[in-house]
């Protein structure tokens, strides 16, 4: 707001424009954007900004508050994939620990040559006849 340079009018001095100095000097802008506050406003209306008022009185910032709550969310996803992980790498060693038995297990013994085949071999590693034939 700018202020207009008291005139001389006939001896006199007009302080029209001055006379609301009273008024600028109590009336608050933002720092930011230089909008006029409310004098109550914690943040500014124009760009939202928090403002001195709004620091003096330790209310926090939405950002702020959105900051925090995504800290937060990452920690429980780090978390929640750690324990993921533990249970993944458990169910992959139980299933190799069944495979492995079950392929001990299941060996087939040909008929021809006596050899031990594996549970799903159709054929003899050994002499190439088919398995399950006499």
């Known amino acids: 707001m700018r202020f ?8 006199q001095f007009l302080n029209r424009s001055l006379s609301i100095l009273p008024l600028v000097i109590s009336m608050v802008f933002c720092l930011k954007c230089g909008k006029e506050l409310p004098e109550d406003a914690c943040f500014c209306p124009s760009c939202g900004v928090r403002t001195q008022k709004g620091v003096e009185a330790g209310v926090s910032v939405p950002v702020e508050e959105l900051r925090v709550a995504f800290a937060k969310i990452g920690q429980e996803m780090e978390k929640a994939f750690r324990t993921a992980a533990k249970e993944i790498e458990a169910a ?11 392929k001990v297990r299941a060996t087939v013994v040909c008929s021809e040559c006596g050899q031990k085949n594996s549970g799903d071999a159709s054929y003899c590693f050994n002499c190439g006849k088919r398995l399950g034939q006499r």
Do not use: L, Q
């Open 4 to 11: 207009k340079a008291a005139k001389k009018r006939d001896g």
């Open 92 to 102: 992959f060693k139980t299933v190799r620990e069944d495979v492995r038995e079950s």
